[in-house]
T-cell receptor
Framework: DSGVTQTPKHLITATGQRVTLRCSPR?????VYWYQQSLDQGLQFLIQ???????AKGNILERFSAQQFPDLHSELNLSSLELGDSALYFC?????????????FGQGTRLTVV | GNSVTQMEGPVTLSEEAFLTINCTYTATGYPSLFWYVQYPGEGLQLLLK?????DKGSNKGFEATYRKETTSFHLEKGSVQVSDSAVYFCALTTSASKIIFGSGTRLSIRP
């Protein structure tokens, strides 16, 4: 158990809908990262938050947004869903912002868009 | 930009065989290098890391040496077990605060 909790584990929804994925980081970790894992794209970095502020942005679509709350949990919002958004979404956390130390990953949320 | 290239899988070996999974990187500055492993149905977990040139990371019988001259961080294990079957990701981090992953290599070990 990594200590990072993601909910829900599975999500099936229709095209055009909006969903929210939730992540609770390890106790004491201030940084949260979101990654998308798809079969053809591998692991793609989406966005990072540190102590409530956005710190780094990757290949995140405009239809996607995220935030980190004062209790440090984070949510990833995906809207106007398309079939191609079907993927495994991972959250990871670490103590600080510079990642020369270990990141701890949750078990992921598998999103299926039908 | 920064990137990681690792050998494509799947790789299938017999138990007790020697394993090498190649990984090379392109990065500005002095990245830290990692191997993460993903077991079926689970998230990624750190296997080993090296933060500067010539460092050797090791864990659970796996080893990798940070080679700046060849920009490589190949993963090796002398004798693999069925329980090592998983997907292995080579990765790097820079001061930009994100992990850049390779495409992953699926490893299957036959009893």
């Amino acid at each position: 158990d990594s200590g990072v909790t993601q909910t829900p584990k599975h999500l099936i929804t229709a095209t055009g809908q909006r969903v929210t994925l939730r992540c609770s980081p390890r106790s004491g970790d201030l940084s949260v990262y979101w990654y998308q894992q798809s079969l053809d794209q591998g692991l793609q970095f989406l966005i990072q938050y540190y102590n409530g502020e956005e710190r780094a942005k990757g290949n995140i679509l405009e239809r996607f947004s995220a935030q980190q709350f004062p209790d440090l949990h984070s949510e990833l919002n995906l809207s106007s869903l398309e079939l191609g958004d079907s993927a495994l979404y991972f959250c990871a956390s670490s103590v600080g912002t510079v990642m020369n130390t270990e990141a701890f990953f949750g078990q992921g949320t598998r999103l299926t868009v039908v | 930009g920064n990137s990681v290239t690792q050998m494509e899988g799947p790789v299938t070996l017999s138990e007790e065989a020697f394993l090498t999974i190649n990984c090379t990187y392109t990065a500005t500055g002095y990245p830290s290098l990692f191997w993460y492993v993903q077991y079926p149905g689970e998230g990624l977990q750190l296997l080993l890391k090296a933060t500067k040139a010539d460092d050797k990371g090791s864990n659970k019988g796996f080893e990798a040496t940070y080679r700046k001259e060849t920009t490589s961080f190949h993963l090796e294990k002398g004798s693999v077990q069925v329980s090592d079957s998983a997907v292995y990701f080579c990765a790097l981090t820079t001061s930009a605060s994100k992990i850049i992953f390779g495409s992953g290599t699926r490893l299957s070990i036959r009893p």
